[in-house]
């Protein structure tokens, strides 16, 4: 199939598959966009541009014919500075050369390839056996100062999505300063538009805003050195109309883990630019004669069937073309994690009955968390010191895995490799491995200093110390763990006019570490985590196949996380655990049945103290977890349905269908209970019409019944579901007649 065509008059570029048109021209070297959207068969609009002499005050472009244009006027594909268009740039930078910082880029050639071509250095998406993509390159050029910048498109022939991203390369004399480059710069027509986006906070990520967008500038970002709890680099562009059903839905998700920016400009003509790339506030990079620098990517999803239909393209794109795991589609394990059961305070005989007891409810997995090295007994020492705590566990991993074995299950491990506590052997013998200032001191969080990954002998320990301890044991899983963001953000090796380049470089440095060790251990089930979802993102997501989603474990606040954390990701990336009633963070109380059904609607895993749990709620756990494992496939893989939104009122649902509709799982949550509640209905969504199906307590109805009609969510069957936050969890099989 052919995905990229150049018209006949050799400047009309137009990237198409199945669901999708890209439009952009060539005219007078500029590159002028056309079209993003549900796909046109063909583009004859020519040389269109709009009414030219809107202003006086924006400069024309110095074309020699009679054409008139303002690039402040246009849409374009790559705005860059100084030069009359006067929203937000997609470049800055200063030509050492001479200071100048106008730039002027013009088209110099292109290039179409099949397949993606990969960022040396950051996470790609790529392409899967079954998928097919083309790649266009657009090569611009800034003639004075021989530098050229490279606009890579990438269409994929199973995704309605385009992924962006550039390239800058010196091929002047002179050093180049940049101070910013976006990965990609999207202009849209005069329209009303809404913006969505997650933001949040630690134990409260990826809440849903949706805001009307207004003239003037709108920025959302993360200057944390990590993508963040506080804002997801992600947004979402739609119409007024757009609901989980229908409408329009634009995202734009970015796969990068560190400090990053959306901006969202709609400018006096109320034309719209959207511009996403690294942050940069806290970014600039000194390129040198010869040098080169990619930018990571941008995946833009078009949806015309609403958030649930953009949801579930990305879902897709994001199993497929990001996730590189060799877990990538395979069950994900039910998992027993010690932190919230015991904190760092245990033993190895803890740990075995722990284990024991996970073992008899069918746990699949056991994760010893933090506090296994080192002198790490509180959260004031021992990270950095990567070698086994014996005198709490005499035994070693080794004896600890042995145990699982014995029992069934597979052993996994927790690590923060970033970090060092000041109370450490690393510490001490070496300072100057952390992020800081001499002068300025450093400022701690949770009582730890960032390690300066900037620098190949810190990789080169941490790699070779982690290597060390997953090779001593039969260790099968490992959770990646970052809990502080950055301060001080210092790198000593580093000369005066690196220091901007510090956050970039660090997040270089972690990838390059998590490339080494997830090529050295394939067969391992890394997990990342930040604090919860503090780096839930797709560059993470690209080495690490899942991502516990928060610290928050009570299922009533996890409503909203899980809700909107599946607005961009996969149900087959969200760790989500059941915890102890009352909650550790928020002091709720609730049944084991809403704890189980929120966390089954994820990736399923249990961290609460099963040694003083009474045997009714271990025999529901028991049961919790049977059911799991027979409709994992379901629920890790299917298509996931948004149905009631808890950012929306009191009630949530969510549905699970199979990929051959012939199987569901309803997710139902009523908020707090009231003795004469509304009777509203719940409407199923992607069952086939005319199939009849059977819920799991016998009742019987077809796919346009449960879909059009609904049925009142407040009962089960015949049963009310009683209580604050009291929710059901069916199963529905199609019935052959
Ligand atoms: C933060 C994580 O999110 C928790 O699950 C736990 O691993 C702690 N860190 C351990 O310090």
């Known amino acids: 199939m052919t995905l990229i065509t150049l018209n006949d008059k050799k400047n ?5 598959n199945q669901w999708v048109s890209y439009v952009f021209s060539v005219e007078d070297k500029q590159l002028i966009h056309k079209y993003f959207g549900k796909k046109i068969h063909t583009y004859s609009g020519g040389m269109d541009y709009p009414e030219k002499t809107r202003s006086s005050f ?3 472009l110095p074309f020699e014919d009679e054409l008139k244009v303002s690039l402040d006027a246009v849409l374009q594909e790559f705005p860059g500075s100084n030069q009359g268009d006067y929203r937000s740039s997609g470049i800055e930078v200063v030509f050492d050369a001479h200071g100048n910082t106008n730039t002027k880029f013009e088209y110099e050639s292109h290039s179409i390839t099949k397949g993606v071509i990969p960022s040396p250095g950051l996470p790609s998406s790529f392409d899967a056996e079954k998928g097919e993509s083309e790649t266009l390159a657009i090569t611009l050029r800034d003639e004075a100062e021989q530098v050229d910048v490279t606009l890579y498109y990438t269409i994929f022939e199973d995704s309605p999505t385009i992924v962006r991203k550039c390239r800058i390369n010196n091929k002047g004399q002179a050093s180049v300063k940049i101070d910013k480059l976006v990965s990609m710069s999207l202009d849209f027509p005069a329209a009303t538009n809404e913006l969505i986006h997650l933001s ?4 409260q990520e990826r809440q849903v805003v949706r805001e009307k967008i207004n003239r003037g500038i709108k920025v959302l970002r993360s200057k944390r050195g990590s993508s963040s709890h506080n804002q997801n680099p992600f947004c979402a562009i739609v119409q007024p109309t757009t609901t989980e059903e229908s409408g329009e839905v634009y995202g734009f998700s970015f796969v990068y883990s560190g400090d990053h920016e959306t901006i969202i400009e709609k400018d006096s003509f109320d034309q719209l630019r959207i511009q996403m790339g690294i942050n940069h506030e806290t970014f600039s990079w000194v390129l040198e004669s010869g040098d080169e620098f990619y930018t990571p990517e941008v995946i833009m999803t078009f949806s015309p069937n609403g958030l649930n239909g953009f949801s579930q393209e990305m879902h897709d794109f994001v199993t497929t073309h990001i996730v590189k795991s060799s877990y990538k589609e395979k069950h994900r394990p039910v998992l027993m994690n010690n932190w919230e059961a015991t904190y760092m305070a245990f033993d190895e005989e803890t740990i075995h009955s722990l284990m024991e007891e996970g073992a008899k409810l069918g746990v699949e997995l056991f994760v010893l968390d933090d506090g296994w090295f080192g002198k790490r007994n509180d959260d004031t020492g021992g990270l950095g010191d990567w070698w086994v705590n014996e005198t709490k566990l005499p035994n070693g991993l080794k004896g600890l895995a042995t145990y699982a074995k014995n029992l069934n299950m597979s052993f996994g491990l927790w690590f923060e490799p970033e970090m060092v506590s000041p109370k450490s052997d690393l510490y001490k013998k070496h300072p100057d491995w952390v992020l800081h200032y001499e002068k300025k001191g450093m400022s701690p969080a949770r009582n730890q200093y960032m390690l300066d990954l900037t620098r190949q002998d810190v990789r080169d320990y941490l790699y070779t110390s982690i290597e ?3 090779m001593s044991a039969d260790i099968s899983y490992v959770k990646w763990d970052m809990n502080r963001n950055f301060s001080e953000t210092y ?11 510090v956050s970039h470089r660090y997040v270089l440095g972690l990838y390059e570490l998590l490339e080494r060790l997830t090529t050295r251990f394939p067969d391992i089930l890394f997990e990342s985590c930040s604090g919860g979802g503090g780096r839930f993102d797709l560059g993470m997501l690209y080495y690490m196949p899942q991502t516990w989603t928060s610290d928050n474990t009570d299922p009533v606040e996890r409503l909203r996380i899980q809700y909107g954390t599946s607005l961009v990701y996969p149900i087959s990336t969200m760790g989500s655990h059941v915890s102890a009633s009352p909650n550790h963070q928020n002091g709720r109380m609730t049944s084991i049945d809403t704890r189980g059904h929120v966390a089954m609607s994820g990736l399923l895993g249990y961290e609460l103290d099963l040694l003083r749990i009474d045997e009714d709620e271990k025999e529901a756990m028991r049961k919790q977890i049977d059911f799991y494992k027979k409709h994992r496939d379901l629920i890790q893989y299917g298509t996931f349905y948004r149905l009631l939104s808890p950012f929306e009122g009191d009630q949530t649902a969510w549905m699970f269908v199979s990929k ?3 199987e569901a799982i309803v997710f139902y949550c009523n908020g707090l209970a009231s003795a004469a509640p509304s009777l509203k209905k719940l409407k199923l969504q992607g069952l086939l019409e005319n199939q009849k199906y059977v819920f799991d307590n016998g009742v019987s109805s077809y796919g346009s019944e449960l879909m059009n009609m609904g049925f009142y969510s407040l009962t089960k069957g015949h049963q009310d579901i009683l209580g ?5 969890f069916s199963y529905l099989k199609g019935l052959s007649e």
Do not use: N
């Open 12 to 16: 009309v570029f137009h990237l198409s």
């Open 58 to 60: 924006s400069p024309d």
């Open 200 to 203: 949040g906070s630690w134990a």
């Open 468 to 470: 060390a301890i997953l």
């Open 491 to 501: 790198a000593k090796q580093l000369s005066t006019s690196k220091q901007k380049e």
């Open 660 to 662: 051959d509709k012939q």
């Open 724 to 728: 604050d936050f009291a929710t059901s």
